[in-house]
C-alpha cells in the first residue's frame, strides 16, 4: 500500500506506548462522585500550570468552552467573539442554544482584536440592547492559519475589561502551541483571562479530552454544568493518566511541529496557484488559497487523497496541519505530491 500522509488536523495524534501504559495502570475511582484520584492530579496540575484555583476536566474542548460561557453570562447577554472564532463557528451554536446569549463577531488582524473597536462593542443593557459580559479571545488562532495573537494585545483587551467589568474566557485549545513559539510562558498569557480552556487532544496526544481552569467558585459551577451537559464521567481516570503525561511529556516537541509547518508552507508559497505567505506560519496550521483554471478545491484535494495525502477544506481554501503523525518524509511528500498533480493539470 501507497504511503499514507495525514495533514488533517492535529486531533489525529494517537495515545503514545508510554500513554498507553500508564492508562493501563492508572488508579482510577468514580469522579462524579469525586474520587478519581487521577483525574484530581490532573486537574491539579492544569490549574497549578495556568496559574488559575482550580480546574475541570471536560471530554472536548466545545464543552469547555459552553461551560464557561454559560458559567460567566445571564440569558439576554451579549458576548463579543472574534468573527472568525472557534467559538462562533465551529461549535455548532452552542452559545445561542445553551448559555442563550448573543455573539457580538467583531473583525481583527490574524486574531488580535482592535482594542478600540471592542471598546465601541461594549453595551451597557437598555431595553433595546443586551448588556454585553463576556469576550472571548482565541490563542493562538484556528482559522487565522495558527496565527500567535500578540500577549500585549490580549493585556490591552484586559485592560478594557477592567474598566468595564466584563470577563474573559480564553479558548486556549493550542496554548502551548503559542508558547512553544512564541516563548510567553502559558501562565503569562493566561493571566489576561478570568477562564481559560485546553486541549490535551491536540498535537499532544491524549486520546480525548480537554481543561476548563479559572476560579474555584467558576469550577464548582462549572462541575455542575459539565453534569447537566452529560459531561460527568466515572473511572475516568483511565483517560485523565494520558492527559497528564500530555502535559508533562508533550508539550515541548511542538515546536517539530511548528518547524515542518514553516518548511511545507515555504514550499507551497512556490506553487504560482497557491496563495499563502509563509512568514505568516506561526505555528502547526498552515491555510492556504488554491486557484486553478481547470481544478476546484474540491479536485485538488481528491487528487491528493488519490496520491495518499489528506488534507481538509476550508472556506479560505485548504488547510493543512502538522502533527507527531507526519515527519519530514510526509512533507516531502506532499510537495512531491504537489508538484506531479500541478505539473499533469497544466
Ligand atoms: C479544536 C478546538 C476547540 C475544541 O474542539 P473539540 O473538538 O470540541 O475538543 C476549541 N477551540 C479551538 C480554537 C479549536 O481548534
Redesign the pocket.
Known amino acids: 500500500m501507497s504511503k499514507i500522509s495525514d495533514f488533517r488536523s492535529d486531533?489525529i495524534t494517537k495515545p503514545t506506548p508510554e500513554m498507553r501504559q500508564a492508562m493501563a495502570e492508572a488508579v482510577v475511582g468514580d469522579d462524579v462522585l469525586g474520587d478519581d484520584p487521577t483525574v484530581q492530579e490532573l486537574e491539579r496540575l492544569a490549574a497549578k500550570t495556568m496559574g488559575k484555583e482550580a480546574g475541570l476536566y471536560v471530554p472536548?474542548?466545545?464543552?469547555g468552552?459552553a461551560i464557561a460561557v454559560k458559567g460567566w453570562t445571564q440569558e439576554l447577554d451579549e458576548v463579543i467573539v472574534e468573527a472568525r472564532s472557534?467559538?462562533y463557528n465551529?461549535?455548532s451554536t452552542h452559545m445561542t442554544f445553551i448559555a442563550r446569549v448573543n455573539p457580538r463577531p467583531l473583525p481583527s488582524f490574524r486574531g488580535a482584536m482592535d482594542p478600540e473597536e471592542v471598546k465601541r462593542n461594549i453595551k451597557e443593557a437598555s431595553v433595546h440592547h443586551p448588556r454585553t459580559s463576556l469576550i472571548c479571545v482565541?490563542n493562538t488562532h484556528?482559522n487565522w492559519s495558527g496565527a500567535i495573537v500578540p500577549l500585549e494585545n490580549l493585556q490591552n483587551i484586559r485592560g478594557l475589561a477592567d474598566q468595564r467589568g466584563l470577563k474573559i474566557h480564553f479558548?486556549g485549545?493550542?496554548i502551548f502551541n503559542a508558547s512553544v513559539a512564541s516563548g510567553v510562558p502559558v501562565m503569562e498569557y493566561a493571566a489576561v483571562a478570568d477562564s481559560l480552556?485546553f486541549?490535551l487532544?491536540?498535537g499532544l496526544s491524549a486520546p480525548i479530552g480537554?481543561m476548563l481552569v479559572g476560579p474555584q467558585s467558576f469550577i464548582d459551577h462549572g462541575r455542575r454544568l459539565r453534569k447537566a451537559l452529560g459531561g460527568g464521567m466515572r473511572q475516568v481516570g483511565v483517560l485523565a493518566a494520558a492527559g497528564l503525561l500530555a502535559m508533562t511529556k508533550m508539550v515541548d516537541r511542538l515546536a517539530d511541529d511548528h518547524v515542518r509547518a514553516k518548511r511545507l508552507a515555504r514550499a507551497l508559497s512556490e506553487f504560482p496557484e497557491i496563495d499563502l505567505d509563509p512568514e505568516l506560519v506561526d505555528t502547526d496550521i498552515v491555510i492556504f488559497g488554491f486557484h486553478h483554471p481547470r481544478l476546484s478545491v474540491t479536485d485538488f484535494l481528491a487528487r491528493l487523497k488519490e496520491k495518499g495525502i489528506l488534507a481538509l477544506p476550508v472556506p479560505q481554501g485548504i488547510r493543512f496541519v502538522t502533527s507527531k503523525e507526519v515527519d519530514d518524509s510526509d512533507v516531502d511528500h506532499a510537495i512531491q505530491s504537489f508538484q506531479q498533480i500541478l505539473s499533469e493539470a497544466s
Open positions: 486531533t472536548t474542548g466545545t464543552m468552552n472557534h467559538i465551529m461549535e482565541e484556528n479558548d485549545a493550542r480552556m486541549c487532544s491536540k480537554s
